[in-house]
């Protein structure tokens, strides 16, 4: 590997790391342990997670936190960290990205089936768990933060038929999911059979898992989505910029694809806001979320109150873009903007 693919490599690894500690990530024997995250499987850390919980003082003493952690890896499977360190080191990758395997669930994905059991700040999406998923009781998995910002099944599907109809474009064979989630989007354009390949990429492994596993809880054929886990800014850019980077399975042909993205809308004012700024959109801008996107056409899922003039600045030379309000019983829930893109526009599509 080069040494900007070890970089991202570390970054990827790193991030796992962070997502899986919260806030344990400061303790210092961890701070000690993160250079190394490209050796440390996910099922580690989460048993790091576990051990610092329930041993306050191995945040400070490194040598209490291996021994703890020894102990703790022998009860969940004999020589298990052993194992795990082997098999990475027995898969070593050249690409800086590849498809996911199956990952397994872990402690951070729930199905919750009683409000008792809901944290309060979840506990208004749990009420509406059935228009989130209907299948929610055959086991639908999700992490507490996925709730906030899963699409509902029916503007999920809205979404996907509106792909195989209105909007068909018979070139576009190929849907990227840049903020795959727990799988909203991505199952509905699975269900939808419209398209020749997803490829469905998130960061967080614990959400990723769950995806995966509420795809399988729908009926989605295993071989429609590619699952990445990694960052959509890494995999598009290299896409587009050094594709021969990425595993063979993630190069696709950037005239067939299309990228749908449903970004987190964090940042001030997307709930109390009558006109919400794009610009100030955490943690991804509007204009860095086109820049990433702009040679293929794109679907940005926005707040519903997002300022219509800052989208309608995307529109190509002398055209208009079209923007949806996705209602449910009436109240809009977000807004879709179609964008076509560069290489679009350029062959006079
Ligand atoms: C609004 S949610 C997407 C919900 C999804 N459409 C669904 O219906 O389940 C945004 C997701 O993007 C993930 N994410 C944030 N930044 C990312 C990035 N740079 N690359 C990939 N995933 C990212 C978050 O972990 C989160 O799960």
Redesign the pocket.
Known sequence: MSGDEIETAQAIEQQIAR?ILGPLIDAPTVQLLLPQAGQIPQAVWELTRKVLEQNPQAREDVSLLTKLLAEESQMVGGDNMANLNANDAAEPSDFSLKPAERLPLTDRCHHYTGKHEVPWDIQKYFSQRYSIFSFYDGGVHM?D??W????PEPV?NQIAYELSEHHYDPKKTILI??????????IAFALSERWNRIIS????AA?LAC?QHNAELYGVDPGAVTWVL??????LGQLVNSPERLHPDLRVDLQSTMVFA????GGPGYTTDEIFDLSTMQ??SLSQLHEAYKKMDHLL?LPRTSDLRQIAKLAPEGEKLEVIQYCIEGASKAMGAYIPGELSSASGE
């Open positions: 997502d992490t933060d996925a906030f910002g899963v699409t999920a999911d840049a903020f795959g989630g727990a799988g909203g989007n991505t990429i998130e960061r967080d959400t995806a990694g960052d959509s800014f890494d995999y449903s970004p987190p809308w943690p991804y899922f």
